[in-house]
């Protein structure tokens, strides 16, 4: 997560944010890529020694650059930059809830967006050196559901997302009623890009534990930024508040969803409502001001 920021995305039971079990979150500001950059300067090369070098690369090393690149501009990332860009008011909105929810430490920021990022991380390395002793420990007790979700993790870690998968279905086979794994194993399918399995885990994590902040609001999150679906985000955390009537941040969320809905007045009753037991939420204050005219 997974602070309801979203996202990327909300690992439990453990507290990993280098981990990246996080809700992948819309919710997460979006920096102006390299190659975006790069559009704003002069369209004639500079001659570095560096960029001489990159002309004498070998056939698969530009191969791969290539991919890299297409990879983002067609990726999560760059749908959550498009989505941003022409929905500017509740891209707004998304960044005071994300800033609030950082200001009373409700939740704090997770999440691996790509791998270069994670392999930078001190955990991450961290993980990386554990695996080859994680791997032995599954060998030596196959039948040990802790030992599998522990494994597990450090290979969500170090992007090895299908080994992790398999990890987490062991483990949920040898303990099914462990909530935890059903949620991080909803977070591997969301980077997967298997949004349903995504869906259907972590709806098994809530059957299991319906208090549980974390696969709410990972589900929340894909229903409405990998889904499209703000109706269905709606629903989830009207159910996430049925449970935890006093979570003001699933109420922040569920405004923000009432306005990707098309839905500026319950949006506006549900800043109030927040106001009217908070009155000095400023998430809530900006946002109602900003829709004061709508």
């Known amino acids: 997560?997974?602070?309801?920021?979203?996202?990327?995305?909300?690992?439990?039971?453990?507290?990993?944010?280098?981990?990246?079990?996080?809700?992948?979150?819309?919710?997460?500001?979006?920096?102006?890529?390299r190659l975006e950059a790069s559009d704003s300067q002069s369209t004639r090369p500079v001659k570095t020694p560096s960029t001489q070098a990159s002309k004498t690369q070998p056939a698969a090393k530009q191969k791969a650059a290539k991919q890299n690149s297409q990879s983002f501009e067609t990726g999560p990332l760059k749908r959550v930059e498009l989505w941003a860009k022409s929905n500017r008011p509740a891209a707004i909105g998304v960044a005071i809830v994300l800033m609030a929810a950082i200001g009373a430490g409700a939740w704090a920021l997770s999440g691996i967006d790509r791998a270069d990022k994670a392999d930078s991380s001190e955990v991450v390395r961290h993980y990386k050196k554990q695996l080859p002793e994680l791997k032995s420990k599954v060998k030596q007790n196959p039948d040990n559901a802790s030992?599998?979700?522990?494994?597990?993790?450090?290979?969500?870690?170090?992007?090895?997302?299908?080994?992790?998968r398999k990890q987490y279905q062991e483990a949920a086979k040898l303990n099914p009623e462990d909530p935890t794994v059903y949620n991080n194993l909803g977070n591997?399918?969301?980077?997967?890009?298997?949004?349903?399995?995504?869906?259907?885990?972590?709806?098994?994590?809530?059957?299991?534990?319906?208090?549980?902040?974390?696969?709410?609001?990972?589900m929340a999150h894909v229903q409405m930024y990998s889904q499209g679906q703000p109706g269905e985000a709606i629903k989830t955390y009207q159910a996430a508040l049925k449970q935890m009537p006093d979570n003001i941040q699933f109420e922040l969320l569920l405004a923000i969803a009432y306005e990707q809905n098309g839905d500026v007045d319950k949006a506006k009753s549900t800043y109030q409502s927040i106001l009217d037991r908070d009155k000095d939420n400023a998430a809530a204050k900006a946002s109602l001001e900003r829709l004061k005219d709508k």
């Open 147 to 164: 030992v599998r979700k522990e494994y597990a993790v450090a290979l969500y870690a170090t992007r090895d997302l299908d080994e992790s």
């Open 1 to 33: 997560m997974d602070s309801l920021n979203g996202r990327r995305p909300q690992p439990e039971g453990r507290s990993l944010r280098a981990a990246g079990e996080r809700p992948v979150s819309a919710s997460r500001p979006v920096v102006a890529s």
């Open 188 to 218: 591997v399918y969301r980077d997967m890009g298997q949004l349903d399995k995504a869906i259907g885990s972590y709806k098994k994590s809530i059957e299991l534990d319906p208090k549980a902040v974390n696969p709410y609001s990972n």
